[in-house]
C-alpha cells in the first residue's frame, strides 16, 4: 500500500526535503545558480557547512539547491516548504492564508508570505503564441472588486466599471488560459496583449465590443458572438469557454480570498489559471510542476 501523503519523507524530514528537491531540480546534473555551469563542483563538508552546500569549480561561488528559488533565504524548513506546496495544489478552489497558518503551524502572516511565493512559482515561463496552429482563441474582459462601501470611501460615484480591477483573459479552445490584469481597458491597452500572445494565424473569437474590432484584423478572422442580441452561442462561435473560467474565478476570490488588494490581484489570477491548465493532473503532479516554477523567482519579501 503506497505511504499516506502526509507521511512520506519529504514533508518529515528537511534532510530528506533537500533530497527530493535535489532529484527533482537536477535531474540532469547539478546546475550552479550563479554561471549556470552543469556538473562541476564539489560538496563542501564539514561542522561549518549547511548540509547541501555545494561550490563551483568554474565560479568558485557557493550554493545549494534553494539558491535563485522562491524558497531562498527562508526561515521556514524545507519540508514544510514541500508540505505547503502539496497541500495548496490540493486544494480546489485555492486555500487563504488562514487555513494554511493551522494545516501547517505556521503564523498566518507567514502563511501569507508563503501562498504569494507559492504563486510566485505557478506562473508559466513564457508558453509562446497561443494557437499557432490555426486554432480558435477566446478573448473577454472582466471586473472583479470593490464593493459600494470601499466605492464611497474612495469618492467613486455612480455605476460602470472606472473603479474595478479589470482582468482580460485569452483562451485556446479546449486547452490553456492565460490572464492579464490591466490597469484600464481600451482598444489601446488590448492590442498589445493580444498580438504579443495570439499567433496571426489564429481565429480570434470575442463577443460584440468594439474593442476587439481593429485589433481583431491582426488576425486569420475574426468571429463576434453578439449578446445583445440573445446570441450566446452560434455553431463553434461561442465565448462560452472564458465566461466559465471567469465565473470559477469569481468563486475563488469569493469563497476563498474574501479581501483580494489589487497588488496581489495578478498573482492570484495566476493561481486559477494554473490550477485550470494543470485539472488533469493528479494534486502530486500539480506540486511537481510548482517545484519545477520555482527557479528565478525569488520574491524580495524581507520575511520569512
Ligand atoms: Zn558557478
Redesign the pocket.
Known amino acids: 500500500m503506497a505511504t499516506p501523503i502526509p507521511n512520506q519523507r519529504h514533508f518529515q524530514d528537511e534532510e530528506k526535503a533537500r533530497e527530493y528537491l535535489e532529484a527533482l531540480r537536477w535531474s540532469n546534473g547539478v546546475v550552479?545558480p550563479?554561471?549556470g555551469?552543469v556538473g562541476k563542483h564539489y560538496i563542501l563538508t564539514g561542522k561549518s557547512h549547511r548540509k547541501g552546500l555545494r561550490k563551483?569549480s568554474?565560479?568558485r561561488?557557493q550554493f545549494s539547491v534553494t539558491v535563485g528559488t522562491v524558497f531562498e533565504r527562508s526561515k521556514i524548513k524545507l519540508h514544510i516548504w514541500l508540505m505547503a506546496v502539496h497541500l495548496v495544489c490540493a486544494a480546489k478552489n485555492g486555500m487563504s492564508s488562514m487555513e494554511l497558518h493551522r494545516l501547517i503551524g505556521v503564523t498566518q502572516k507567514t502563511a501569507w508570505f508563503m501562498l504569494h511565493r507559492i504563486r510566485e512559482a505557478m506562473k508559466p515561463e513564457s508558453g509562446g503564441l497561443m494557437d499557432s496552429g490555426g486554432g480558435t482563441v477566446e478573448a473577454d474582459e472582466t471586473y472583479w472588486g470593490n464593493t459600494k462601501r470601499s466605492q464611497a470611501a474612495k469618492g467613486y460615484k455612480g455605476r460602470g466599471y472606472a473603479h474595478k480591477e479589470k482582468i482580460v483573459s485569452l483562451v485556446e479552445l479546449g486547452d490553456k488560459v492565460r490572464y492579464f490584469h490591466v490597469q484600464t481597458v481600451t482598444a489601446k491597452t488590448l492590442k498589445p496583449i493580444l498580438v504579443s500572445q495570439i499567433a496571426l494565424d489564429a481565429h480570434l473569437m470575442t463577443d460584440e465590443s468594439s474593442l476587439y474590432t481593429k485589433v481583431g484584423k491582426e488576425f486569420a478572422s475574426h468571429n463576434v458572438v453578439t449578446h445583445s442580441a440573445g446570441e450566446y452561442v452560434r455553431g463553434m462561435n461561442h465565448t462560452n469557454t472564458i465566461e466559465g473560467f471567469f465565473s470559477r474565478l469569481k468563486r475563488g476570490l469569493m469563497g476563498t480570498y474574501h479581501h483580494v488588494g489589487s497588488q496581489h490581484l495578478g498573482r492570484y489570477v495566476t493561481e486559477f489559471d494554473f490550477r485550470y491548465n494543470t485539472r488533469k493532473g493528479t494534486d502530486a503532479e500539480r506540486a511537481t510542476a510548482v517545484i519545477g516554477g520555482i527557479g528565478g523567482k525569488r520574491l524580495m519579501y524581507c520575511h520569512s
Open positions: 550552479c550563479h554561471c555551469s563551483c568554474d565560479c561561488e
